[in-house]
């Protein structure tokens, strides 16, 4: 008996090939996107280099020096993103830009006058788009090693000019004073107690002189000490003292500053990002959904009576379009006033660019949910295959897990995907706070796909006059 | 001809094939005001295929179909016929008046007069009581009215109905054919379809049998009868030994057990019954018979099952 069951469970299985799909494909299907997304990405086993835009001035060799460092180090991927520009206008533009293109995770900015010197100050700007935090701290502690390497060399650069400046006032005064005995090491012409040391303080500016008495030359009698004797020709008769602790530790803090232009005065900006993924994955299901209505009316006859009526297949197709592309529109208007009323994400300051993504992105569905109607043959076989179809694009395109964590490769697999755009349209719009012409690249792709889709489903839509 | 005798409906010659398989083959039908016209076939004779022809949802490959709408129905958008398909092809979360408000609308129907025909067409199908009960609530008889009623809002010339009465009881079946019959009164030509044999005789003024896309047979039952199986009567005598004696009109099978004759009319009966009581050894069983849609349409279409 209970083979008997067995047996009718595998027919079933064997007669209904989606179902089939669903239970052996699907699975391997995700299966194969999660670890595309995880092997190329997030947990890769190997760090994922941090990719950085650099906007360097031109013709500053400390510049090209440090470029040349940053192109060394296996953690970062350094991008030339051309001359920046010195107008400030000009600047952000670039700014935008390349943050907008989503390759950097963090852009790297160095003035016209850096330099590395130790009497200038060590500037260095990073701006970033706020959502690879790791990226900063990495690119930050880079900063600062390849700073202090470049301030030990220094501090060891000066102690050898030191020693050998000191080696040769030796030299001099040997050969000058060869019978000089002072086997207790007092009264030396090197410890000439009242003439200026020279101090290198590690500060970049110009190494400062001053005067003080070392505590052995105070308790000498002024005779003992005098007169003073002349150097070699051509000598200073200065001491050469370099404080290497005060060389390391003193001086100019290097200022690299963390800009975020787009995060800057909003309160908890990613809840927006979290709102828009959310909200296109269930917008996606709801308009599949809502479509599956024409099957459902076309099993039960109902559609043949429409069909027979005044409206016309077009209005048909239209007006289920209509409806379906309204409720999205107001589905991800409920979502994102939900997170503006709990979330505070700054959807006032920001309607214009979020009704622009919103009409395109329900347009966008919508088509998709008509054309899935249209290709399927029953509410089950909707159903089953728009679940396949919406959970791969959700996982590639950015709903399940940010596209930033991803590979190249996996940006560009979600690029055919209605989540990627989407999501990329509203990231602009709420994360980088781009003006709203900066959408025409997802419009255009949302708004053309619909419209191909759409056309697409009138041509097929044929088969609703010829029933199921 | 008055136009009370001029067809509503033409089909001439109309052929459609799906895929290079021919599903109507040559069919030609005329369809009269006020008239109920039972149509049936076997599953898979093209009964879909043509209905759908006739409401435009399909385009014939060959011949044609043409609406002449009488002067009773001018004004109107009459020149549409009415679908009722065999599902309830309602919205089941919707109202009575809300469906019908919007299937009145779906036909052109609207403000004063939708609401005049609404509830016209509630007092035809008995649903005013239930007008603000969702349609899934209502009882399968009410549903199927509602069904109805929902494609003769925009009062119809012709009504084509895919068998209206399955699955409901005996008095809703009463009530649905009342409905139909006000429809013919008032020169509604229906087009009926369905398995229902004996409905189909006792309700329909003419019958078609449909098989392999083509029509079979086109007439009242007694002329049917008559074409397909000669007379319409069948007397049958059983005997409990070999019968030795011959018997005028009847045929005897090999063993002279049984034997069968044919009678044009119940007329004839007294006579045959008076001739067996003359027998020596009179029948074990006599076994009268009256041929009916059922062997008509065996006769027609075979006994072979289909699909």
Redo the contacts between chains.
């Keep these: 008996m209970i083979l008997t069951f067995l047996r009718i469970a595998c027919l079933r299985l064997r007669n209904n090939p989606l179902e089939l799909l669903l239970v052996f494909v699907m699975p391997v299907l995700f299966f194969s996107i999660f670890a595309m997304i995880f092997s190329q990405g997030i947990a890769a086993g190997t760090e994922k280099p941090v990719r950085l835009g650099l906007l360097l001035p031109e013709g500053n060799v400390a510049a090209a020096e440090l470029q040349s460092e940053l192109r060394q180090n296996s953690s970062l991927i350094c991008t030339d993103l051309g001359v920046l520009p010195t107008e400030s206008e000009g600047r952000e533009r670039v700014i935008l830009e390349a943050q907008n293109s989503s390759r950097y995770d963090l852009l790297l900015l160095l003035p016209t006058d850096f330099s590395t010197a130790e009497e200038a100050r060590f500037q260095v700007r990073l701006v970033t788009d706020g959502q690879n935090a790791m990226a900063v701290a990495m690119v930050r502690a880079i900063l600062e090693e390849y700073y202090a390497v470049q301030r030990v060399e220094g501090v060891v650069e000066k102690l050898q000019d030191a020693a050998q400046a000191a080696a040769e006032v030796a030299a001099a005064a040997e050969r000058a004073l060869p019978a000089v005995d002072d086997p207790e090491g007092q009264g030396s012409f090197f410890r000439d107690p009242v003439s200026p040391r020279r101090v290198f303080d590690g500060s970049g500016a110009p190494a400062s002189v001053e005067s003080e008495l070392s505590p052995v030359a105070a308790e000498q009698p002024a005779s003992v000490l005098d007169p003073p004797l002349d150097p070699a020709p051509g000598m200073s008769a200065d001491v050469v003292d370099v404080d290497t602790e005060k060389l390391l530790t003193a001086g100019p803090e290097p200022q690299i500053s963390v800009d975020n232009p787009q995060a800057a005065d909003q309160q908890n900006p990613r809840i927006a990002m979290y709102a828009a993924g959310i909200a296109v994955l269930f917008l996606l299901f709801a308009c599949t959904g809502h479509a599956a209505t024409m099957l459902e009316e076309a ?4 559609l ?8 016309g297949l077009l209005q048909i197709v239209a007006g289920k379009w209509l409806g379906i592309f309204l409720m999205g529109c107001l589905q991800l208007s409920v979502m994102f006033v939900f997170a503006e009323t709990v979330f505070r994400i700054h959807l006032w300051s920001h309607l214009d660019g979020f009704l622009v993504m919103a009409g395109c992105t329900s347009a966008a569905t919508a088509s998709f949910a008509m054309l899935m109607a249209t290709l399927c043959r029953t509410r089950s076989q909707l159903q089953g295959t728009a679940t396949v179809i919406i959970l791969s694009m959700s996982a590639m395109g950015g709903s399940m897990i940010p596209r930033f964590v991803m590979s190249d490769r996996m940006k560009e697999l979600g690029r055919w995907t209605f989540n990627a755009w989407a999501l990329d349209g509203f990231q602009k719009v709420f994360w980088f706070q781009s003006p709203i012409e900066s959408l025409r690249p997802e419009v255009t792709v949302l708004l053309g796909s619909s419209l191909v889709m759409s056309l697409a489903t009138l041509l097929l839509s044929g088969r609703w ?3 199921l | 001809m008055t136009q009370e005798h001029q067809p509503i409906l033409t089909l001439q010659a109309v052929r459609k094939s799906y895929r290079g398989r021919a599903a109507l083959q040559g069919i030609s039908l005329q369809l009269f005001p006020g008239e109920l016209l039972g149509f049936f076939g076997p599953n898979g004779a093209g009964k ?1 295929t043509m209905i ?1 022809c006739i ?4 385009k014939p490959d060959e011949g044609s179909i043409s609406l002449r709408i009488p002067d009773s129905f001018r004004g109107s ?1 009459a020149s ?4 009722v ?7 089941p979360d919707l109202t009575v008046q809300q469906n019908l408000e919007v ?1 009145g609308r ?3 129907v609207r403000g004063a007069a939708l609401q005049q025909r609404i509830d016209e067409v509630l007092d035809w199908s008995a649903l005013r009581d239930r007008r603000r009960s969702l349609a899934r609530t209502l009882s399968g008889g009410m549903q199927r009215r509602l069904n109805i009623a ?2 003769v809002l ?1 009062r119809p010339a012709v009504l084509l109905l ?1 068998e209206p009465t399955v699955g409901v009881d005996p008095q809703s079946r009463e009530r649905i054919y009342a409905m139909m019959q006000e429809l013919t009164a008032a020169g509604t030509a229906v087009l009926l379809t369905t398995h229902q044999l004996e409905e189909v005789e006792t309700r329909c003024d003419r019958i078609v049998v449909m098989d392999h896309g083509q029509i079979v047979a086109d007439g009242r039952l007694p002329q049917l009868v008559a074409s397909s199986l000669g007379l319409p009567h069948r007397v049958e005598l059983s005997f409990q030994h070999a019968c030795t004696v011959e018997l005028r009109d009847f045929e005897f099978d090999e063993q002279r057990l049984t034997a069968v004759c044919r009678l044009a009319s119940m007329q004839q009966l007294p006579g045959v019954l008076e001739v067996l009581q003359r027998l020596p050894e009179p029948p074990q069983a006599i076994n009268v018979r009256s041929f009916g849609l059922q062997d008509v349409f065996l006769a027609l279409t075979g006994r072979s099952l289909r699909e």
């Design positions: 099993e039960s006859g109902t043949d009576r429409i069909l027979v009526s005044e409206a006059r010829r029933g | 879909t759908r409401c435009g949802l399909l958008r549409r016929p009415g679908l398909p065999q599902n309830l092809a309602v919205y299937f779906l036909e052109g929902c494609s925009h895919d």
